[in-house]
């Protein structure tokens, strides 16, 4: 196994109108099937898929929020922590592009971490009756710093390479974390090493400045004696008398020595 490799839980949580095809693009996606007819989703369902993206594992845990105005208080509690937020429109509905700008200023004021956000142009298959053009669409994808892909659930078209795209995206932002994590700890590193060496320095520093103040100390000293010669004159005389009085001290220590043998025989 790659000791780089990646294996990681993420949340994704389709958004938009109803009748978009958030539910058709789960289903189609996870179990390869599209639903015959459309049964609006009651506040939220949930279904999970793992890939594996060239040696990555990522398990997808996909939320299908409901799209009707009274499921949307409930919308904070299905997109908090999430990794991904599909915003779903039909491309032969003007209106339901519309409202996904809506979801976009509420995903801002609500969500704090960095967040991958896909613009979800849904039923290419009719495009006889398209409303929003691509080009449209890819240019506010891009202000709001969105991937943009155009998907058909029902052809089964766009819908697995957008997920693939999702997986490389959380991939990319995963080393690049790990990538920032290592340069903390690489800086951390330095500035320990440069406190310890400052540390080092500074020791050195004061071994050397206490070596010079002794070095001044006995200079000062010789030239103080120099400048008063009697002062010499007198340690002189007072070196010269210790001298003698150790003399005398050894002498006395060698005659006793004697005179006890002489005692003791």
């Known amino acids: 196994m790659d000791p780089l490799s990646i294996s990681m839980e993420s949340k994704v ?7 978009v095809g958030k539910t058709a693009l ?24 793992t890939i594996n993206i060239e040696g990555n594992k990522i398990k997808y845990l996909i ?8 499921f949307r208080s409930l919308a904070t509690l299905y997109y908090r922590g999430a990794c991904v937020a599909i915003l779903v429109f039909d491309i032969t509905q003007q209106k339901t592009f519309d409202i996904v700008k809506g979801w976009v200023e509420e995903l801002k004021s609500n969500i704090q971490e960095e967040i991958i956000m896909v613009l979800c142009g849904n039923k290419i298959d009719l495009q006889q009756n398209r409303q929003v053009k691509s080009e449209t669409a890819k240019l506010y994808a891009d202000e709001i710093n969105a991937m943009y892909v155009e998907t058909s659930a029902k052809e089964n078209e766009g819908v697995e390479g957008m997920f693939l795209e999702i997986g490389k995206k959380l991939i990319l932002n995963k ?5 920032k994590q290592f340069q ?12 310890n060496q400052s540390l080092y320095q500074y020791h050195i520093q004061q071994q050397k400045q206490q070596q010079q103040q002794q070095q001044q100390q006995q200079i000062n000293q010789q030239q103080f004696y120099k400048s008063n010669p009697h002062l010499q004159a007198s340690m002189n005389g007072l070196n010269n008398n210790n001298q003698n009085i150790n003399i005398y001290s050894n002498q006395n220590s060698t005659n006793y020595s004697d005179n006890s043998d002489q005692c003791c025989g």
């Open 184 to 195: 903390q700890q690489q800086k951390l590193h330095k500035q320990f090493q440069q406190q």
């Open 26 to 49: 789960s289903l189609r996606y996870v179990d390869g099937i599209f639903p015959k007819r459309a049964t609006p989703t009651i506040g939220a369902s949930f279904l999970t898929k």
């Open 175 to 179: 080393h690049n974390e790990y990538f």
């Open 13 to 19: 949580v389709l958004l938009g109108s109803s009748d």
């Open 63 to 70: 939320w299908d929020s409901a799209g009707q105005d009274r």
